[in-house]
DNA sequence: GTTGTAGGAGTACGTCGTACGCCTACAACG
DNA sequence: CGTTGTAGGCGTACGACGTACTCCTACAAC
């Protein structure tokens, strides 16, 4: 052991308030107002001051793609058929993104920075090796869970058939679309939560064949 | 009638020849590197010479993509089952991508604007309708598939398991995260095309469960 | 030729991320 | 309680971005 001659001044910021903030400007302001001048205003910090705390604004970003994603439970539902625990998990993300929909170009990139993620993606495996899966055909499995819910809430967010795209593919010429045209009228019966969890009941729905055989 | 007096100047670039530039710039120096100026550089033009041809960055993305998926050839594939249809289209739409992994992030933002993925959308639909979907099974069909392949493509070109995000995630802590690790060890025999199509395929016994009730 | 329109180049502005340097606050030591 | 060294906080500045605006020029129709 070295004697140590003496200890910095403390820091006057968390991570968590930093998230915050960054998270704050991002409902407001949208991803494109995310930027380090505008989490420093709206901690009453200089601009610079934020690189004590990150080493760039793609770390920022990875603080506020966690802060979103944190208050997942990742603990597998216990004592239910093996696809209600499936739904269930994937139910929890979807419903944490769209309190900061803002947030959904980032996930892709983020989504192996993100202990949450990286938690979740545990407790579904979790879940599935319970089921019955193992090796390749776990592996399958597993991405095409993941592909399909992050798939989806983009879909969901980025103007999907039953959302505000909805309007812009019926105003479509007929003639050339009509099937197009047609599933957009259809789709404006269908809410949200029901697209998602259909779709996801398909995808189930074929994984539960692959365990009869 | 009234009389012209006079001609303008006739354009001396196409958008075709835009699009192949941005497409050009996009592969050689990534999506960070479309910029404007790079693009009028590699088309040996000013840079303000570009907004004669598009009215800004947006819309040269819009090029971009539509080049790159332009290609793919949208007339269902006639004369097979139903789900060998569905199949062969998304792989299409893979295989585009495939060559020019750098447009993978504008994909969700511009599916809408795409005419290519209109038309593409309008023949998966014509294959779902002969199948025998209609009304809100078909809009489900319909956005759980166009969910999963886009979210499966990204996955495969953002660091998928069978990818280099295999590495991270091989390398979490062993025992907060076993069986993420185990299924990245599982993950490495596993070729993309594999993961794309064997995901795909549980969607469509999914999609077939629903015909036979 | 002459003429009118639109093309092309260049300049310039505001905003972004961020490198760098200055001064200051504060915990640990004598 | 004074000294000291580290790190915090702030401000300035630079290069790159998207793009508005101004000039000059090429060319088709007369």
Redesign the interface.
């Known amino acids: 052991m070295y004697a140590v001659k003496a200890m910095p001044r403390p820091r006057s910021l968390t991570p968590a308030q930093l998230a915050a903030a960054a998270l704050a400007v991002l409902d407001r302001d949208g991803l494109a107002g995310l930027t380090m001048r505008a989490v420093g205003a709206q901690l009453g910090t200089s601009t610079m001051g934020l690189y004590r705390y990150v080493a760039d604004r793609d770390e920022l970003e990875a603080l506020v793609v966690e802060r979103v994603l944190e208050p997942v439970d990742t603990h597998p539902p216990p004592d239910v058929p093996w696809a209600d625990g499936i739904r269930d998990l994937a139910e929890r993300v979807r419903r944490a993104v769209g309190l900061h929909p803002a947030v959904v170009?980032l996930l892709?990139?983020y989504?192996?920075r993100s202990p949450t993620i990286?938690?979740w993606?545990?407790a579904v495996?979790?879940v599935l090796?319970g089921a019955g899966f193992t090796?390749?055909g776990?592996?399958?499995?597993?991405?095409?869970l993941?592909?399909?819910?992050?798939?989806?809430i983009?879909?969901e967010h980025?103007?999907?058939?039953?959302g505000p795209?909805t309007a812009?593919?019926a105003a479509?010429p007929r003639d050339?679309?009509?099937?197009?045209a047609a599933?957009a009228r259809?789709?404006g019966?269908?809410v949200p939560e029901?697209?998602f969890g259909?779709?996801?009941?398909?995808?189930?729905?074929?994984?539960a064949?692959?365990l009869d055989r």
Do not use: K, N, S
Request: proline share 5%.
């Open positions: 170009p892709p990139a989504r192996h990286l938690r993606g545990e495996l979790a090796t090796g390749t776990r592996v399958i499995a597993f991405r095409a993941l592909g399909y819910v992050v798939g989806a983009q879909m980025l103007g999907a058939l039953a795209g812009v593919i479509l050339e679309f009509p099937l197009l599933t259809d789709a019966v269908v029901d697209e259909g779709g996801l009941d398909l995808l189930l729905d074929g994984l064949r692959r």
